[in-house]
């Protein structure tokens, strides 16, 4: 009887088998090369994965083809399919206090700087199974406690933008730090938002939780990060957690021209925190990092830490970074120094607007709030009104061209895809 039972409930699978119904004899590997997201190079998974964060990532996220260097209106690109090394490749240096001199391994990220800014000053931070970044040990002396860090930070530049023959102050200048050319923003897209919270936290965005210049707050609209209503990052900075820790004794300072540039040292993370010294704007970087100086950084016993955003030209960027070098050490002996990236973020190809513009006009509604780097933000009440999904969207971006007629996107797929990766 359980032999015919076990026949019966069989039955019409094997039916459907024998008749090829549906897609019952599809080889299972084509049947894989459908599900959203896998048929990305794992490689390029692994960098698109360190950047999401469900609840503040893009609704439907995609991969350029790799003759494609599409921008946001932030002018950053998206990721390209298959993996481009080059487009998230930084320098990493430290230099000056407690630094000892050699050559930094290949690959290793930028959410390394912050704990090994930790190890320099002595600082043993709690909790570190939440971030990523270990500190890079053979690269500072631990506990030197330098009576202040600087860390620079190159804007919207890689590696490419750091040759030496090309930059007066740093190609004339041997530094005796420990140093590496080929260091990584450890994910993907390369938003210069995202990427100096990893800096300032030792965590990847999918850890801090800062995915981009724009991210979901907690009713689901869209924000600027680091602006007042928006979310705070999920991790502290290291900035955040020192000052707490010495009860706000150590001084915290920025200079950047843009306060999505926040993440490079938080300020908001501790609700018993002080007013950190931010000089967002327009003003001479120099001059704003010289009055910090001269209002007292690095005066006390206590470890201040100072974080710089520069932007325009390399040279320009060369030029002021050798001035801040000069007139720090000349000031404060013994201070350290950090020298890095956020990554290629010069884009270019196909207009913001255009994407938009053809999603909406795909699908028959105004679906896209605003498309970011590697993704697009959608009016959830928009497509319910008119029952878009999803899919559509993603339907709408497959069938994108680029201008030489081939597909704009090697895949689309809904960002919650990105979380069932570990499937493929």
Known sequence: MLVVTLALIGAPAIALRAFCVGESCVQEDEVATAVPFCPLAAELRAQIEAGYREGRSPDVMAATASDVRLSDDEGTIWPRSPYDQEANRVPILFFGHGVIPGQLPQGIGVD????????????????PEIRNGTPLVDAVQNDARPSLVVEIVWRGVGSIAFNPAGLSWLGSHDLHGAWTFTGTTGSLPVDPAA???????????????????????????????????????????????????????????????????????????????????????????????????????????????????LSGMPERMDRDTGRIVE????????????????????????????????????????????????????DQAVMAGNGVSSDDVVRALDAMKAPNGAPLFADAYPGFAISFSRYC
């Open 327 to 378: 007139e720090v050490m000349r000031r404060v002996p013994e201070a350290t120094f950090v020298l890095t990236a956020t990554g290629d973020a010069n884009g270019g190809g196909v207009a913001r607007p255009d994407v938009a513009a053809a999603v909406d006009r795909t699908v028959g509604s105004p679906v896209v709030s605003r498309v970011m780097a590697g993704g697009l933000f959608l």
């Open 112 to 127: 390394r700087i912050a704990p090994t800014i930790a190890r320099v000053i002595g600082y043993d931070r709690p909790h």
């Open 195 to 309: 990427i100096l919270t990893t800096i300032g936290t030792g965590g990847l965005p999918s850890q801090h939780g800062i995915t981009g210049a724009a991210i979901r707050d907690r009713t689901g609209g869209l924000v600027r990060a680091w602006s007042a209503n928006a979310p705070t990052s999920i991790i502290a900075t290291l900035a955040d957690d020192w000052d707490h820790a010495t009860g706000q004794r150590a001084r915290i300072g920025l200079v950047t021209r843009s306060p999505v540039d926040q993440g490079l040292v938080g300020g908001t993370w501790f609700l018993d925190h002080d007013r950190d010294d931010l000089a967002i704007g327009s003003g001479d970087p120099v001059l704003q990092v010289m009055d910090l100086v001269d209002g007292g950084y690095g005066a006390d016993p206590t470890t201040d830490i100072v974080g710089v955003v």
